[in-house]
């Protein structure tokens, strides 16, 4: 209990002095754990932040629309590295999906293109991916979440989309949060979570949940019971899905939001895992047989504790991550940030090199379901939602740097 508490005071004395709160980040966030903490770990990170959030030459606004909300996108960067794709909710999760796509690598953005008529009825975050079957053809796949579980296809690089249609009688929320190829030509695994109300939907009427922009259209739930982490298996390049298979959960944490990576030899998969329940930090967990079988749930340092990671290698072989900073002792909390570290600090329980300060979030902790693209030449062009505006609704803002600008500022 000791070491504890040197623990602890010694992460809000580093932590605290290396970065300073905005009168307006008093407001919504304070330097001290939560009562019910609970991880063996230190609530905070001792590494240095690097904050670009002032730098407005590297922001560009892809969409806002006064008193609407804009929230939580994903994108997709084509082969040819300059089509970006984009898709997000006019809403908090639900509303129906906006779709917006950019030709010159997220500089500039096009007007709202025609959807479906169904991407109206969504009720949860949609997710972009890029999938390519065994004989080469490429798709793009984009889901929606709760129950049931639909998917929307694109066999024309975003051109034309179908309607939104279930891939089975089951559901889940932010679905689905990661899609990874696996060393089979065409077999991809999908990563959501869900708390036991969508997984097979049911008649409690109370959390029923039904579409803004569609009322007609609702989903029917089950009463909540615990948080569990699912895969599906694709073995046809993302036309169709497997049943779900749970694959991580623990009965004091709540376990969700995956966010997959690969190490760099390509033999590990590794899951980031948002604690919902805010009594831990952040977990992982790691296969070494492309997800047949999973390592049991291990907790992250502070320095990686958020919602919603998203992570790519940079050119020299260092990771980005970008997350909302949920943190239980850090003078970023509630914003947008990064982690800069390798694949090995994952792996060994590291606090990594150091974080930076995408852009500072001010209302609450509500901002952060982040696309991450890299580009040829080492920038990263990261994409998100926020309330970057004090009291205005949220909307949808790209980033763009390199590593090397970001180091730099460690001189």
Known sequence: MTHFRLTLAAALSLTASVFAQSKLQQTDVTLAPPKNFQSKLAPGYSIPIVDISGETRRQVVVDREAGQYLGHPTTVLLEDNKTMLIVYPKGHGRGAIVYK??????????????????????????????????AGKKRLIMFSGLYPIRMAVSEDDGGTWSELEPIGDFGGVVTMSSVIDLKTPGHYLAFFHDDGRFIRGGDVEKYFVRSPHAPDYLCTTAKPWRFWVYTCLSKDGGLTWSVPAPIAMLPNASLCEPGVL???????????????SRKFNSFVIFSDDEGLSWSEPKELPAALTGDRHVAKYAPDGRLFISFRDTTHVSPTKGDWVGWVGRYEDIVNGAEGQYRVRIMDNTKGADCTYPGVELLPGGTFVTTTYGHWTEGEPAYVVSVRFKLEELDAKLQ
Request: zero cysteines; charged letters at 25%.
């Open 101 to 134: 796509r950019s030709e010159d690598a997220g500089l500039t953005w096009s007007e709202r293109l025609p959807t479906p008529q169904s991407w109206e009825t969504s009720l949860e975050v949609p997710t972009l991916h890029r999938v390519v079957d065994a």
């Open 262 to 276: 690969r190490s760099p030899d390509g033999n590990q998969i590794a899951v980031l895992l948002r604690e919902n």
